[in-house]
């Protein structure tokens, strides 16, 4: 009797067994939560694949993943399915700063379990999550007897591309992303780092990027040979070549594509933060996004130095100049730059700056007193050079005092060459020091805005002490280079905006500031100011010399535009050429225009205004006698009338653009 039941439990286990397996098959859809999004999960000779379609077009094509080691076999080959499992998540979290007070998160997931079914019998799963705005995936690498630790040489994930895309790129490189984006198709690209950004004939746009890079190497994308637009990853190496050092259990970043059929939808797209985990930070209350000025934009011109000397910008004098400025035009933030001992090692071999130590023409706990006092925030600054041991040594001793004076934000920087030698600001070694800076920030309740950075992959959604970073070509290029030239802001909202909030630095209004004429900011003034909305970042800086802000009638747009945001609507946009974005605070909308090379008349419906209602727009745009070359700065600054069912009609000069603001008017009608 008991054998019989035992046969039988055993046949009914077979059979469930075998019904699994016939339904696990070789093959996994998963559709986004509103269809038009398809990934595909296959073995093809034992070997998985992913590709991905939107509305029944192919953008990727069957595109393996695996990885090589450099101490034990490559995990690729011989696998099966084990089992897969579905789930459906739909929730709405809320910031703490962004481009929009509440997200939603919506999405479809599938997890494939995998073996090899050769003598190792290691496992790995691929977690896939569709989204209505894109699908992102990453490995896991579960705890095992035969995969404990280990070190990646390469991840293989390929990206197939159906067609030869036009992109948006910048070469892959593991020390910066401070280059001007090229526009070219996928095959006349030989590496590129992410985000890129891609277009098919019919108008998808693609952007592919990763998500909560913590503990990895950063990924670039690298041609693989002979295939025309076939790309894989490649990841930025420690000194010896290995990639990634781990133990299991081990899950990568999330490799991410964000699909829309405007580009505009592309820039409205969460995917990225949805990716990463809820924050972390339990009391936020100190964490404030803020506008700033800062002794900062004179060293990069020339007028003054970061070192001691007659040009010094970081004096006491100084200092209280820019607080008092802040002050009377409520910007909170002030960043001094140059204030500690070691600026003059700058560059050198020696390279190391003392991050406890004021120089002695710099009042540091008087002015953090007066800080407070005028309820402003001094953000501090940690040029590290590139020196990370030095800086690490540091870091504890130069956060305790930041924090014992009441400094809630520190600008950092590693422009310099890297210490330890070999290695790169997008390594592993590299993530992991940018990562424990803001958890060491975060314990001593301070804001980071990085400088040669790693990119951003949502961390501030975890850590959202974590307000900006630079990893553009900003500002300062301006300054001392050939320049941004007219198309730049045009493309980085669709590119590395994408990743997270830039530190680009706008708003000089001194546009032809170089009595030489060699070097100058390449936009209007009025582009200057649209720079505020179509730019985002949470800590936004007026980085002009405030003595170029003193009397100018224009300067009010940057006192009135909020850096944090209810809502967030691209209006029209084509990459490279234009963008126009609305965003909402309380019930005003903000607008921000921008062209290229190319003067444009603008034509906007206002049919996001609320209905029934009359708006007051104060509009900053080129005037009639705005030119390019030579009257830059000229501005018209007016006021009118519109309601949600009129059109804005703007002339936009060469490099020009516009700023609105529409204040909804109580009880009013036009
Ligand atoms: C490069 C940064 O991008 C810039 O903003 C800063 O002023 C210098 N390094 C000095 O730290
Ligand atoms: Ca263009």
Redesign the pocket.
């Known amino acids: 009797m008991c054998n019989r039941i035992l046969y039988l439990l055993g046949f009914i286990f077979m059979a469930v067994l075998l019904s699994c397996n016939n339904k696990l098959g070789n093959q996994h859809d998963l559709l986004s939560p509103d269809g038009k999004i398809q990934l595909k999960f296959e073995l093809l000779q034992q070997k998985a694949h992913y590709s991905i379609s939107f509305e029944q077009q192919e953008l990727i094509k069957p595109s393996l993943l695996g990885f090589h080691f450099i101490d034990r076999a490559p995990l690729f080959d011989s696998l099966q399915v084990d089992s897969v499992s579905q789930s459906t998540t739909d929730e709405v979290w809320r910031p703490v700063w962004g481009t929009d007070a509440s997200i939603s998160n919506a999405y479809n997931q599938l997890i494939v379990y995998l073996s090899e079914t050769d003598s190792l019998h290691r496992k790995f799963e691929l977690v896939f999550r569709t989204f209505n705005d894109g699908i992102a995936f990453r490995y896991r690498l579960p705890a095992q007897d035969n995969l404990d630790q280990f070190r990646i040489t390469s991840e293989l994930t390929e990206f197939n591309f159906a067609q030869d895309f036009t992109a948006w790129w910048i070469k892959g490189e593991f020390g910066t992303y401070e280059r001007l984006y090229k526009q070219t198709p996928l095959s006349q690209i030989c590496s590129a780092n992410t985000p890129i950004t891609m277009k098919s004939e019919n108008g998808i746009h693609i952007s592919i990027h990763e998500a909560a890079l913590t503990d990895y190497a950063g990924m670039t994308l690298k041609k693989k040979t002979v295939q025309k637009h076939s790309f894989h990853c490649e990841l930025a190496p420690w000194p010896d070549g290995v990639k990634v050092i781990g133990q299991t259990p081990f899950v990568t970043p999330w490799r991410t594509f964000q699909i829309a059929d405007e580009p505009g939808k592309l820039i409205e797209s969460h995917l990225i933060e949805n990716l990463n985990e809820p924050c972390k930070i339990e009391d936020t209350s100190w964490i404030k996004s803020m506008k700033y000025v800062g002794i900062?934009w004179g060293?990069?011109i020339g007028t003054n130095t970061?070192y001691i000397g007659e040009k010094h910008g970081a004096t006491t004098a100084q200092a209280l100049k820019y607080m008092n400025f802040a002050a009377a035009n409520g910007i909170k933030g002030i960043l001094i730059?140059g204030w500690n001992l070691g600026w003059d090692t700058w560059g050198t071999e020696e390279n190391i700056q003392n991050f406890t130590t004021p120089y002695p023409d710099f009042d540091l706990p008087r002015l953090a007193a007066y800080a407070q006092k005028k309820e402003l925030y001094l953000i501090g600054?940690h040029?590290s050079g590139g020196n990370v041991p030095e800086y690490e040594k540091q870091l504890d001793n130069a956060l305790d005092l930041y924090q014992s004076l009441g400094i809630h934000a520190v600008?950092t920087?590693y422009?310099g060459r890297m210490s330890p030698e070999g290695q790169y600001r997008h390594g592993q070694f590299m993530v992991r020091h940018y990562r424990e800076v803001v958890k060491k920030m975060a314990e001593h309740q301070i804001m980071v805005d990085a400088?040669?950075p790693i990119k951003p992959t949502g961390i501030r959604r975890t850590w959202p002490n974590m307000m900006t970073r630079?990893g553009v070509r900003?500002m300062?290029y301006n300054a001392w280079s050939d320049g941004n030239p007219p198309e730049h802001t045009t493309i980085l909202p669709f590119t590395r905006m994408l990743a997270g909030p830039l530190d680009y630095?706008p708003g000089i209004f001194n546009i032809k500031f170089d009595p030489s004429g060699e070097h100058r900011v390449y936009t209007t003034l009025a582009k200057q100011l649209a720079l505020y909305v179509v730019l985002y970042s949470p800590l936004q800086m007026a980085a002009d010399l405030i003595e170029n802000y003193e009397g100018q009638p224009a300067f009010k747009f940057i006192r009135d535009v909020p850096v944090n945001w209810d809502e967030t609507k691209v209006l029209n946009a084509q990459i490279g050429d234009f963008v126009t974005i609305a965003r909402r605070q309380g019930d005003s909308w903000y607008m921000g225009s921008i062209t290229d090379e190319q003067p444009r008349e603008m034509q906007i419906a206002l049919d996001f205004l609320g209905k029934d209602r009359t708006y007051e727009v104060q509009m900053y745009r080129d005037a009639a006698e705005t030119g390019y070359e030579t009257n830059p700065t000229a501005i018209k600054i007016e006021q009118f009338k519109v309601d949600s069912e009129d059109t804005l009609k703007v002339r936009l000069i060469k490099s020009g653009g516009f700023a609105a603001i529409f204040n909804p008017q109580s009880g009013e009608t036009k």
């Open positions: 900062w060293m990069h970061w730059e600054h040029e600008k920087g422009a400088h040669e630079e900003g300062e630095t």
